[in-house]
């Protein structure tokens, strides 16, 4: 069966739903698919808040879109795109208030006094009573970070969803693209497996769209829902002319909570919360005075490690951890606008947020790389491809994202994809060459079916267990910090993992909704994910953002001021690298401010001039 539309969005979650909105709007025929429905989409569990610079708080005074700016550059560690990073600070304050229209019920300002935790009072106006308030993130000079209580991305998900209902766009779930169509050019769709039955059916449509969020899950540990595979990343790589861009910046959040890796939300530490060491020694002031807990996730995350290693973990069946400590914030503050957190702390761990310590360490959070686009969302390699959110690096974050610029980039990019879209379908003919459309989906319908039948004639290689090797890869060599050795053994690991999955077979039946099927036809792909960012990790001599090098501790604005580009072709063991500088528009690089300050200046000889922040 094959299903014509307008534009196929592949991914339900936030950005998928915002682009899909913006293109529905402008009188296109839309179509979203989604491995769950999209009220489940992973951007629920996103809780802290979405960054826009509105001003309206006592903490927030002299806030604006330049601030908002300078902290997403020096955040990214000057990996980022400085042209879209402007766009974004613009656009995000207009993205905020639309969904306020819509119906997200934003936390507002409460005029009054009141006490930080570090006891310094603040006094909030009454005339900015009432309007969208904020929060405090790490590396950012001003409160900025608009929240729903701790649930803001249920908020907004379960909002634009109804915008989405409102506007008749057809949402297909429990389907999974395995294959997108193409003829090297240009995309004309994706073959799509149902996990209801196990059929294939293909769609076809002026206009793709890939949105299906991060690839945390090819880490085992991680604060990602297990739905979180890579697959729209890997079926780009697989097309063997979309490059995936800078995969080697992978963000570890500093609190997954011990044991399962849930994220318990920056919002703690915004909101006042310590870090504390098993002597209950708040420690994050000895590394870094000026910001403590608020440094960039990448920070703190590294002076977490170098704190356990130093011997000042707390020892647990799980591995040694630290505590989050939010006790001082009171039973009212935890139970309003931390309840989610206190939830995740009594259902999953047994213990009261209120009055015991949070055992957390640094755990794989998200994914500053994806498929490589450009500043209108459209995919490098091939005409009619576009992607958007966690799996596209259009490139607002560089190697580091601030805490809340996801939510806001799920919608500002939503919105900017989606008009580019609707003005692409509008301003240019694209008809479809319908006899070479349909030899196309018939060979890419083919060669599904054949890795189906390959599955099930019974290779000796278990999905799973496989699975688990790369997992052990990744975490053990692929982590925090990183080296050399490691790395260089991380990708021959999984160059023969890439080689035996070739081999896989089936324990079950293979037939109907069988999960092993899904899991085998996923494997290989997101195996090459974890090559190519091993690989880039490898070849990228340098410290930057959360790419942190032991072997090669500095910056290195010289040499490495640009954007790793990883395409693979078909049978290759590895991806092939090649590079692009990083744009700089406006901020020239320098000092974050915060973190380790060391730098190979841009204007070093290649000895290496070092620049000590």
Request: net charge negative; proline share 4%; glycine share 12%.
């Amino acid at each position: 069966m094959t299903i014509y539309t307008d534009v196929l969005v592949i991914g339900a979650g936030l950005a998928g739903e915002r682009a899909a909105i913006e293109v529905a709007s402008r009188g296109f025929k839309v179509t979203i698919l989604s491995l769950v429905p999209p009220r489940r989409s992973h951007s629920t569990a996103a809780q802290g808040g979405m960054q826009a610079a509105l001003g309206n708080m006592t903490k927030s005074q002299g806030d604006s879109p330049d601030v908002h700016f300078e902290d997403t550059v020096k955040g990214s560690d000057w990996g980022c795109e400085q042209d879209v990073a402007r766009l974004f600070v613009t656009q995000a304050p207009v993205a905020v208030r639309q969904t306020s229209y819509w119906g997200v019920p934003w936390t507002r300002v409460v005029a009054g006094s009141r006490q930080l935790p570090d006891g310094e009072v603040i006094e909030e106006t009454q005339e900015k009573e009432g309007l969208i308030a904020a929060r405090n993130f790490g590396g950012t000079k001003k409160w900025r970070a608009c929240f729903a209580s701790d649930g803001t991305g249920h908020a907004l998900v379960y909002t634009l969803d109804n915008v989405v209902i409102q506007l008749g766009v057809e949402v297909h779930d429990r389907v999974e693209a395995v294959a997108l169509i193409h003829d090297g050019q240009r995309c004309y769709g994706a073959v799509v497996r149902d996990l209801r039955t196990g059929q294939l059916r293909t769609y076809v449509a002026q206009a793709t769209v890939v949105a299906t969020g991060g690839h945390g899950r090819i880490y085992g540990h991680s604060t990602n829902a297990v739905i979180n595979e890579g697959t729209g990343m890997a079926i780009a790589q697989d097309t063997g002319v979309v490059p995936l861009g800078n995969m080697e910046a992978v963000q570890f959040h500093p609190t997954g909570v011990v044991p399962g890796d849930i994220l318990v939300s920056e919002a703690c530490r915004g909101d006042g919360g310590y870090l504390l060491d098993k002597d209950e020694h708040r420690f994050m002031p000895d590394y870094e005075p000026e910001k403590k807990e608020l440094a960039s996730r990448d920070v703190v995350s590294r002076r977490m490690v170098q704190h356990i290693r130093k011997g000042f973990g707390v020892e647990s069946p799980y591995g040694p951890h630290l505590w989050l400590d939010i006790r001082h914030l009171g039973k009212k503050h935890i139970e309003t606008n931390l309840r989610e957190v206190a939830d995740i702390c009594r259902d999953f761990l047994g213990l009261d947020a209120v009055r015991q310590l949070i055992p957390v360490r640094p755990t794989q959070h998200y994914s500053m790389g994806g498929i490589r686009t450009d500043i209108n969302g459209r995919a490098y390699g091939l005409a009619g491809l576009y992607a958007v959110g966690e799996t596209a690096c259009w490139d607002l974050h560089g190697f580091n994202r601030l805490g809340g610029n996801s939510l806001a980039e799920t919608l500002v990019m939503g919105m900017v994809v989606g008009g580019r879209i609707a003005q692409d379908l509008e301003w240019l003919e694209m008809p479809f060459p319908q006899g070479v459309v349909t030899a196309l989906i018939q060979d890419a319908t083919r060669q599904v079916e054949e890795r189906v039948r390959h599955l099930m004639a019974g290779g000796p290689e278990y999905v799973y267990d496989l699975r688990n090797e790369m997992s052990h890869i990744l975490l053990e060599k692929v982590g925090v910090f990183r080296n050399e050795k490691d790395l260089t053994e991380a990708v021959e690991g999984l160059v023969k993992l890439h080689q035996r999955a070739s081999q896989l077979g089936l324990r079950s039946s293979g037939v109907g909704a069988n999960p092993e099927v899904a899991a085998a036809l996923r494997l290989p792909g997101m195996i090459r994910l974890a090559t190519t960012i091993a690989y880039g990790a490898l070849k990228r001599t340098e410290s930057r953002g959360s790419h942190s090098r032991e072997d090669y501790p500095y910056r290195d604005d010289a040499n490495w001021l640009k954007r790793t580009l990883a395409t693979w072709s078909p049978g290759a063991d590895l991806p092939s690298l090649s590079y692009e500088p990083v744009r700089i528009t406006e901020l020239p690089p320098g000092d974050r401010g915060y973190g380790e300050g060391k730098v190979v200046s841009a204007k070093a000889t290649t000895e290496g001039e070092r620049v000590h922040g």
